[in-house]
């Protein structure tokens, strides 16, 4: 029996860490090879991206660094195909086990199994992370930035305060709410300069948080001047779509594991507690010597602030809440999780080696089930379209944001609109969306070219989201046109409008196609 078989044998964690790797590797390089095409926020991705300005690649709902990030892919050359492109998404997600591992290794000197099984398995990491959007490099920079916190604690120096700065500065350049994450991780690290009676250290974390709101300084102007188009999706964050955002998370592989969440989060804030109690009444301990009270107030105070912090800019930012927008925190959970719960032994090792290999069994399967999808088919019935439509059919597209999609695939002669039609269709123009609904007549121009079609003898092709519309039996009466916005319900939501208009034109469908 060989060394390294017995030393398995006598830690099976690095064992079942290696496997949940290897399972990790393979689901990012299968989603690489069938995720499809680009769905509209990717497209939006790489239109700005491919601006030559850096006034240009802000123009996102993130700051620069992804767009940057993707502009240098393609300066590259790696943008002759989809797949290409999409190879940079598997680095990026490939990035955070790596990043993970090596925290792990660092700090503790052991696998980063919670991490890996919780979160590296998680499908929605691995769909939305290698997605040609910020949430995956985003997170990856965050594990970097916690890990950093960390390392630094343990041997407090300027150039480790340097590369915490660094990594503090990326990280809210790839993320808004990133700094909401990087102002709880200075918090925690201030609970722990505060045990210390360490005031430099106080002062090096102060640095780098305050250079990482700096950073994010030349943005406020386009911020406030964003606020009123912004309007149309700022429809406030419902209590049901907050939940089941967290459970779509946090819920993987099965819905209970969302207590398997709390119940860690809540003995790390017990462990941080009782650091703080013991700091009180023991001696102060060296700086330069990050014992195990230190991690654990520094992850436990820094989970907690991150929390309550991440909720209630959700709350204030008023955007329906998504389960992908939750990806950073958790990168932040996990890596609070290796650093600051204490070690196991005996029993509670077994039970939670059993947890973990369980997790491992049933994520597998989870994961191969969630990945056996597409992000969109607008890419295949842009090519059928382009062989079936005559350059005298007409197309609708319904519901307007899937326009950006169509528009990126679509190389017919057939002419196209949304509904509202929009004079363009590269990014998320919720400025001109917020105009049609003011305009009781927007559609008009579409149903008069929809009738003129059909009376000569040509075709309209409808392409509708599943449940956006239907077309009702001849004589059915349509909806009334909605009067200018905002409602007094809804307000500036853009919903109810794009529900009528879709109504309106199925029911046209529905009177006059053969």
Not at 44 to 69: T, W
Not at 180 to 187: E, H, N, R, S, T
Not at 248 to 276: H, K
Not at 387 to 411: E, L, Q, R
Request: charged letters at 15%; glycine letters at 8%.
């Amino acid at each position: 029996m060989t060394q390294r078989f017995k030393f398995f044998l006598r830690q099976p964690e690095w064992l079942a860490a290696v496997c949940i790797t290897l399972a990790i590797i393979w689901f990012h390089l299968f989603f690489w090879t069938h995720a499809g095409g680009f769905w509209r926020d990717e497209v939006n991705s790489l239109n700005i991206a491919g601006r030559d300005s850096l006034s240009g690649l802000s123009q996102d709902s993130f700051p620069v660094l992804m767009p940057l990030v993707v502009h240098g892919w393609l300066a590259l050359g790696f943008g002759k195909t989809d797949l290409e492109l999409r190879a940079l998404g598997l680095l990026i997600g490939l990035g955070i086990p790596a990043a993970l591992w090596a925290a792990a290794w660092k700090i503790r000197r052991s696998p980063p199994l919670l991490g890996l099984a919780l979160f590296g398995l998680n499908s929605t990491l691995i769909v939305f992370g290698d997605s040609i959007r910020a949430y995956g490099l985003g997170s990856l920079l965050m594990t970097m930035t916690t890990a950093a916190a960390g390392l630094y604690l343990m041997q407090p120096s300027w150039k480790r305060a340097g590369w915490l700065t660094l990594f503090a500065v990326l990280s809210v350049q790839a993320l808004y709410h990133n700094a909401i994450l990087v102002g709880a991780i200075c918090i925690g690290g201030w609970a722990v300069c505060w045990r210390r009676k360490s005031w430099l250290g106080a002062a090096q974390l102060l640095l780098a948080g305050l250079l990482s709101a700096i950073s994010l300084l030349p943005y406020v102007p386009m911020l406030f001047a964003g606020q009123e188009s912004s309007s149309v999706i700022r429809t406030g964050l419902k209590s049901w779509r907050f939940f089941s955002a967290f459970q779509d998370s946090l819920g993987f592989p099965l819905g209970e594991y969302i207590y398997v969440w709390g119940i860690l989060a809540l003995i790390l804030i017990f462990c941080a507690g009782a650091a703080a109690k013991r700091a009180i009444k023991k001696p102060v301990v060296s700086d330069r010597d990050a014992g195990a009270d230190d991690l654990g107030l520094f992850a436990g105070t820094t989970l907690f602030v991150a929390v309550a912090g991440f909720i209630i800019f959700l709350w204030l930012a008023a955007f329906p809440s998504q389960s992908w927008y939750l990806l950073p925190l958790i990168a932040l959970a996990v890596m609070c999780f290796e650093i600051g719960l204490p070690p196991v032994r005996g029993k509670i090792r077994a039970l939670a080696f059993g947890l973990v290999t369980a997790t491992m069994l049933i994520a597998i399967l989870t994961t191969s089930r969630d990945l056996d999808c597409r992000f969109t088919n607008i890419d295949t019935w842009a090519d059928e379209l382009k062989a079936a439509a005559s350059a005298d059919d007409y197309i609708v597209i319904v519901p307007w944001f899937c326009g950006i999609t169509f528009d990126h695939y679509f190389k017919g002669s057939t002419s196209w609109t949304t509904l509202p039609p929009l004079t363009d269709h590269s990014t998320h123009r919720y400025d001109l969306v917020r105009l049609q609904m003011q305009d009781t007549n927007v559609i008009e121009p579409v149903l008069q070219r929809i009738s003129t079609t059909l009376q000569s003898g040509h075709r309209v092709w409808i392409l509708a989201g599943m449940g956006w519309m239907d077309v009702p039996d001849p004589g059915t009466p349509a909806p009334r046109t909605l009067p200018p916005a905002p409602l007094k319900n809804s307000g500036w939501s853009e919903l109810p409008y794009t529900m009528v208009w879709s109504s309106q034109v199925g029911h046209l469908i529905g009177d006059h196609a053969i």
